[in-house]
């Protein structure tokens, strides 16, 4: 069966001065298109495999530009909906070397986070889909966004659709009432593999952190406790040595066994905006090509390692690219 893969969340404009200016100094701002599960999804996209995307956008010439964007990047976009008042906003001051970036998010009342609960036909969307994925943000914006989360994901476990879910969120996104742990926690449920480190899973379901070397692998364990559903565990690490110079990697718990990458080394950054997204995709290709933790493991963290290198939220690299430096060949030689 072809692997058709589903995801589901707000994609925004992005905003930002160009050449590394600071806000104070701009005097215009390029315009990019990006959202945590766009980006996964335009990646498989990029790399072959079929991919949807599920959102809302105004009916205006804002939303109509982000609905060409996903349809350039061959996204299958019939279920996008074009309603509401605007487009969420959000503006990134890049940093460099020892300077950190800044990012400034206008979302509030966004034509995504006013979607209406039963507002997607969830039966219809996952026809034929294999895999969904979702992330923490999505039931961060609104009440709706989180009770419409939860509709899809009954819908795909029904379906027995393979689920999986970024469970990092940002805390400043909930403004509605209700704290990540009241709600996740219902959502994560029934999630076959989740994205989430020591301090996520303390947070949101009170797994308490154990100050020792191996603290993820306990946590996950613990994780299984709490969710035995749940086949796979994954993280990211990353060291900052400057805003320009990082090194990254990843680890992957399958209920038996525990798998680490190499680290990567990244210097020069061009953009790390999307990196973890990038991951995301990867991992989710090489689980669906090479059906081996560990060869799925390298591949996503590379495909993350070579975002870094890509302007802009999506990640524009080939799977080529991709397992070239998954053999090791960190050289950047000229290819003619």
């Known amino acids: 069966m072809r692997n058709k893969i589903i995801t589901f969340g707000e994609m925004m404009m992005r905003l930002s001065p160009p050449n590394f200016q600071r806000f104070e100094q701009a005097h215009s701002l390029e315009v990019i298109f990006g959202g945590c599960e766009s980006n996964v999804a335009v990646a498989l996209a990029n790399w072959g495999l079929y991919a949807a995307h599920i959102t809302r956008f105004p009916a205006n010439p804002l939303g109509n530009s982000a609905l060409q964007f996903l349809q350039r990047q061959g996204l299958d976009t019939c279920f996008i909906q074009l309603k509401g008042e605007r487009l969420g906003l959000y503006f990134l001051e890049n940093g460099v070397a020892m300077r950190s970036g800044r990012i400034v998010y206008d979302r509030y009342r966004s034509a995504f986070a006013e979607i209406e609960v039963g507002s997607f036909d969830w039966e219809q969307i996952f026809e034929g889909a294999t895999w969904f994925h979702w992330s923490g943000i999505t039931p961060a914006l609104s009440q709706n ?29 909930w403004k509605y009432g209700k704290r990540p742990s009241e709600v996740m926690p219902e959502l994560v449920q029934y999630c076959d593999l989740v994205l989430a480190n020591e301090q996520n899973m303390e ?31 994954v993280d990211t690490e990353r060291i900052s040595i400057s805003a320009s110079h990082n090194q990254i990697r990843a680890k992957l718990f399958n209920g038996t066994d525990l798998f680490i990458t190499d680290y990567q080394d ?27 933790d560990q060869k799925a493991l390298d591949f996503g963290i590379c495909a993350s390692a070579l975002k870094h290198t890509i302007e802009g939220d999506a990640n524009l690299i080939s799977v080529a690219e991709v397992e070239n430096l998954v053999r090791g060949d960190h050289s950047g030689r000229l290819r003619r």
Not at 156 to 164: E, R, T
Not at 167 to 173: A, D, E, G, Q, T
């Open 145 to 173: 966004c989180a009770e419409e989360c939860k509709r899809a994901l009954a819908v795909a476990q029904k379906k027995n659709l393979f689920i999986s879910a970024d469970i990092y969120y940002r805390s400043n996104l």
């Open 203 to 233: 947070e949101i379901f009170g797994i308490g952190i154990e100050n020792v070397e191996n603290s993820f692998l306990i946590s996950c364990k613990k994780m299984k406790e709490k969710f035995p559903q749940i086949s796979k565990i």
């Open 266 to 292: 990244i210097d020069p950054i061009v953009d790390r905006i999307g990196g973890g997204d990038a991951f995301m995709a990867g991992l989710i290709y090489g689980l669906s090509t090479y059906k081996d």
